[in-house]
């Protein structure tokens, strides 16, 4: 579990920056017990972390708490609320829980904040910007 004690790091140097954890609900085919062990992580550590839930419009914000997920069947997923809510938010550090197959507009080359794309699965995709951490 290398990546675990790397998220934990991360979680833990950014005490003090406003943190949000975005997950991609577009499919009951997540990987579940892993995404829950993740916001479990951050709400122990960091509790003050919001909660994204988001397919192809955000379904939710709100204080981290695992058991509050709620998955789509419809497999669409677009990352353009989530990048621009953020933005807007003045987030430090972005999160994402994600497969990286949703859309994400040809022009947006890069965003202000930290981000973090949380890939699980076995296939890595090239990620437009910001860093990839594979979580399995």
């Known amino acids: 579990m290398?990546?675990?004690k790397r998220?934990?790091?991360?979680?833990?140097?950014?005490?003090?920056?406003?943190?949000?954890?975005?997950?991609?609900t577009s499919t009951k085919e997540a990987p579940t017990e892993l995404i829950n062990n993740?916001?479990?992580?951050f709400e122990t550590v960091k509790p003050d972390t919001i909660l994204v839930q988001a397919d192809f419009?955000?379904?939710s914000t709100a204080p981290?708490?695992?058991?509050t997920i709620t998955y789509h069947t419809h497999g669409k997923s677009s990352y353009t609320l989530v990048l621009e809510w953020a933005k807007e938010e003045k987030i430090d550090t972005l999160f994402y829980i994600t497969d990286v197959t949703g859309f994400l507009p040809e022009d947006m080359e890069s965003v202000d904040f930290e981000?973090?794309?949380?890939?699980?699965g076995t296939f890595m995709p090239k990620i437009p910007f910001g860093k990839a951490i594979k979580v399995a």
């Open 7 to 24: 998220i934990l790091s991360m979680i833990q140097d950014r005490q003090d920056k406003k943190v949000a954890l975005a997950v991609d």
């Open 2 to 4: 290398k990546w675990h």
């Open 115 to 120: 981000l973090f794309w949380l890939v699980s």
């Open 57 to 59: 419009k955000i379904r």
């Open 38 to 41: 993740i916001v479990k992580l």
């Open 64 to 67: 981290v708490k695992s058991d």
